[in-house]
């Protein structure tokens, strides 16, 4: 029952339209769960839904026929209404507490409110929809049933823990979402042709950055004070021309004075500058 003073009508169940299974099918989709139940059509008078235990001992859901050929998911208010108590009847099988005594009985109330509004914010109402499906129970509450303020704060709680669970889920999806690197011009342009590097006995070496950070590398040189430096920014490669052939050091940190609160340590080693060649160092996050 979903709310004080209904009683669980006489009635005879009987098997259930593809429609009835498919609307109990959708609201188990939205946690991922088959239906582990059986699903029949009951004249159940005003009640939209039952759930109940069979005489062996199976769990059902008895939707009535009315309720169930008026609902088309089209994310009215009524079919909010009509599947949040739907919902509300398979929170109680899935948290099986179908119990006498009362405390426990007004527990599952609250446990089966939570559940449909978890489901409702799934199919896409909003958290005002659920105070106003829920405006009509009693006040007070019921030996069966809590107060209307504690079911309201119970199925907003569902819902907003669903909306936390799309955001989780966004951010999670941002974070996998593989590093596209665009081609990118130079950061320093080169010579438009270099025709005495064998003369000179220098070469070039780029350094390709795929961290997201804009950072500095330093290219030290052997026994001198005029060490070169380019800014690198994320995707993108910057490059030392003309340099003399040789083995260097170089090291990469960030580029202002102050370190990003990003998790990236910096990176350092030697690089070996070949005559007329161009070539590449790779800085990756760490």
């Known amino acids: ?41 009951g004249d159940i008078d005003d009640n939209v839904a039952l759930s109940t235990i069979s005489p062996t001992f199976d769990k059902e859901i008895i939707l009535n026929e009315k309720v169930v050929n008026r609902i088309n998911f089209n994310g009215s208010w009524g079919d909010f209404e009509d599947i949040f108590i739907i919902a509300h009847e398979i929170g109680h099988h899935l948290s099986t507490n179908h119990v006498d005594f009362v405390e426990s009985r007004l527990q599952s109330e609250v446990v089966a ?14 958290l005002n929809d659920i105070s106003v499906i829920l405006s009509s129970v009693d ?21 907003e823990n669903a909306e936390t669970q799309k955001k989780d889920n966004i951010e999670e999806n941002k974070k996998n979402e593989p590093i596209i690197i665009q081609p990118q011009p130079r950061a320093n342009p080169a010579p438009a042709k270099v025709k005495d590097c064998e003369e000179k006995n220098t070469g070039e070496y780029c350094f390709k950055n795929i961290t997201e950070y804009t950072l500095r590398v330093t290219l030290f040189y052997h026994n001198r004070s005029d060490n070169q430096q380019i800014q690198v920014s994320g995707g993108q490669s910057g490059c030392f021309y003309n340099i003399p052939a040789g083995v260097y050091r170089f090291e990469v940190g960030w580029a202002t004075l ?16 070949e005559t007329c060649q161009s070539q590449t160092f790779t800085i990756r996050p760490n």
């Open 258 to 273: 102050i370190p990003s609160p990003h998790n990236y340590n910096g990176d350092m080693g030697q690089i070996k500058v």
């Open 113 to 126: 409110d939570e559940f449909a509004g978890f489901v409702l914010n799934k199919l896409g109402a909003s």
């Open 1 to 41: 029952m979903f709310t004080c003073g209904k009683t669980i009508p006489g009635f005879n169940s009987r098997e259930s339209s593809n429609k009835a299974r498919e609307i109990v099918a959708k609201i188990l989709k939205q946690i991922g769960l088959p239906t582990e139940f059986d699903v029949r059509m």
């Open 139 to 159: 006040e007070l509450g019921c030996d069966t049933h809590p107060p209307r303020n504690t079911r309201i704060m119970a199925a907003s709680h569902g819902w």
